[in-house]
């Protein structure tokens, strides 16, 4: 113990402390009138019958038993349908179409809107006297 | 079996003879350290009924893994805290010099006495430990468990507590060579 510690322990036991007569019955009074509070009391577990054990043992196994066979249950094996070609059923697209195929459709509609154009314009004459 | 752990076990079972017993031991030096804690002797004995009281009421929940001292040490330091108020003001704003308790139960001709300087150096927590450690000889694993504080905690307060104090002790040496 260095000098710092026993200094204050020999400090600390030279505050001149007494429990007087009177604390010492006011507390004894005190404790006499305090009722200790106990742990709460839970019930006892109620024994099991010798066979119990037994008898949840084999109740465990079967119920794996017929978990098991469940799992591995496999209906008979029903007629497989062949394959169907999925490529042969989707219609393809022809991709290598010519252009003319491509563009007939609009340029038809060139024509008619051209065609429409040239009346309009031979009606515009026909009204101004041209 | 201890004499201690019989006692415990009777006291449980809801015997205040043998709770009275077993804190007879404890009682002035819980006292002590609550003077250094309370505003006032009266206030002090209060606290160390208190403190008892609840100790009997709850030795139930005691865990004998822990010291016995170090449990009412636990209790006794919640009991003077909250017979202060809720305003957890510290003990040296309390303190009345006339009136001071640990003055009082120091002889006139101790008046250098450590505690009373270290009780206006350091602040509550770090007295306790401090008192815990050199007044009961406390371990560090009980101080932290009494404070409810970390070991850590203790240990660093412990140590600045200490320096404070030597800070102290060599200034004060100082001045008296210099007027000596």
Known sequence: ?130 | MSDELKLIAAAKAGSADAFADLVRAYRVRLLRFLLTRSPSYADAEDVLQDTLIAAFRYLHSYDPRWRFSTWLYRIAIRNAAKSRGPDLVEIGDLRDEENDPLQQCIADSETDNLWLNARQLLNDDVFAAMWLRYAEDMSISDISKSLDRSASWTKVNLMRGRRVLETHLNGAAQQSEAYG
């Open chain 1, 1 to 130: 113990m260095d000098k710092l510690a026993r200094q204050l322990h020999d400090d600390a036991q030279r505050i001149d402390v007494s429990v007087s007569d009177e604390l010492d019955r006011r507390i004894e009074a005190s404790l006499r009138a305090v009722t200790p509070e106990f742990e709460e009391s839970y019930p006892a577990p109620v024994a099991r019958p010798p066979l119990f054990g037994w008898a949840s043992t084999i109740t465990g196994v079967a119920a794996a038993v017929a978990l098991i066979a469940i799992v591995n249950w496999r209906a008979p094996a029903e007629p497989v349908p062949p394959p169907v070609n999925i490529v042969a059923a989707i219609p393809s697209i022809e991709l290598k179409a010519e252009t003319a195929v491509l563009t007939g459709p609009l340029q038809q509609e060139l024509d008619r809107l051209q065609s429409d154009l040239k009346k309009a314009e031979e009606k515009v004459k026909q009204d101004i006297g041209l």
